[in-house]
């Protein structure tokens, strides 16, 4: 049995897509890779580097979940390994995705860490680059919508494009966020100023150390 604490096991986006495309069949890394490539998944996973998906396969099997299928050598080139996921990684492979399916998970992407500071810019300058934010955006908006409407046409079935369906959502979603508070920031409605920010956070201060504590027993 798999310990799935130990942390060779832990779930991730890359290990999920190396655990499904051995579903299709036993499958050298190298082919793993042009398939994330051709099929878009490098959208949906980080694959830059090619030794990523080999050191996935790796902690994969260590954990378990992956193992070899078959090795060859050719005279004068390195160890062709050729993997399948075994009964534990199919096992894994079916509860990570009806976790990721249905529990949001704790993510700590970078622009809402920076939108928790932007008031450390002044208020033109946070306009300014959260209009260039939105330039960029729009274009991979209309980039992303171009591309699965030619896949479309292609008699691509939409099951297969579900999740670029989901990534215009979120990015028409930023999108609209962005055309408000670009439209407050123009209008003045929402503004700052470090002697207004010092002040709120002397009155944070100050109520947060009026505030009543428990009486201990």
Same mark, same amino acid.
Not at 44 to 70: K, M
Not at 112 to 129: I, N
Not at 204 to 216: H, I
């Given at each position: 049995?798999?310990?799935? $604490?130990?942390?060779? #096991?832990?779930?991730?986006?890359? =290990? !999920?897509?190396?655990?499904?495309? /051995? %579903? %299709? =069949?036993? !499958?050298?890394?190298?082919?793993?890779? *042009?398939?994330?490539?051709?099929?878009?998944?490098?959208?949906?996973?980080?694959? =830059?580097?090619?030794?990523?998906?080999?050191?996935?396969?790796?902690?994969?099997?260590?954990?378990?979940?992956?193992?070899?299928?078959?090795?060859?050598?050719?005279?004068?080139? +390195?160890?062709?390994?050729?993997?399948?996921?075994?009964?534990? #990684?199919?096992?894994?492979?079916?509860?990570? /995705?009806? #976790? !990721?399916?249905?529990?949001?998970?704790? *993510?700590? +992407? *970078?622009?809402?860490?920076?939108?928790?500071?932007?008031?450390?810019?002044?208020?033109?300058?946070? $306009?300014?680059? /959260?209009?260039?934010?939105?330039?960029?955006?729009?274009?991979?908006? *209309?980039?992303?919508?171009?591309?699965?409407g030619a896949a479309l046409a292609m008699g691509l079935p939409r099951l297969f494009l579900l999740e670029d369906e989901y990534r215009e959502a979120m990015l028409r979603a930023e999108l609209g966020w962005l055309d408000r508070t670009l439209d407050e920031l123009r209008t003045g $409605?929402? $503004?700052?100023?470090? =002697?207004?920010?010092?002040?709120?956070?002397?009155?944070? %201060?100050?109520?947060? #150390?009026?505030?009543?504590?428990?009486?201990?027993?």
């Open positions: 049995m798999v310990d799935m $604490t130990d942390r060779a #096991g832990q779930r991730s986006p890359l =290990a !999920m897509v190396v655990l499904a495309l /051995l %579903e %299709e =069949a036993p !499958m050298h890394p190298y082919r793993m890779h *042009e398939l994330i490539q051709e099929r878009g998944k490098s959208s949906v996973v980080n694959v =830059a580097q090619r030794n990523s998906v080999y050191q996935t396969i790796s902690r994969l099997v260590r954990a378990g979940l992956v193992e070899i299928d078959s090795t060859s050598r050719e005279e004068g080139r +390195p160890e062709r390994v050729v993997y399948r996921s075994s009964q534990a #990684g199919k096992d894994a492979l079916r509860a990570w /995705l009806e #976790g !990721m399916l249905s529990t949001p998970a704790t *993510e700590f +992407p *970078e622009f809402p860490a920076a939108v928790s500071f932007m008031m450390l810019l002044a208020p033109r300058e946070v $306009t300014k680059l /959260l209009s260039l934010r939105r330039e960029a955006l729009a274009d991979k908006l *209309e980039a992303a919508s171009r591309a699965r $409605t929402l $503004t700052w100023s470090r =002697a207004w920010i010092r002040k709120v956070a002397a009155e944070a %201060e100050r109520a947060m #150390g009026e505030k009543p504590t428990k009486r201990r027993r």
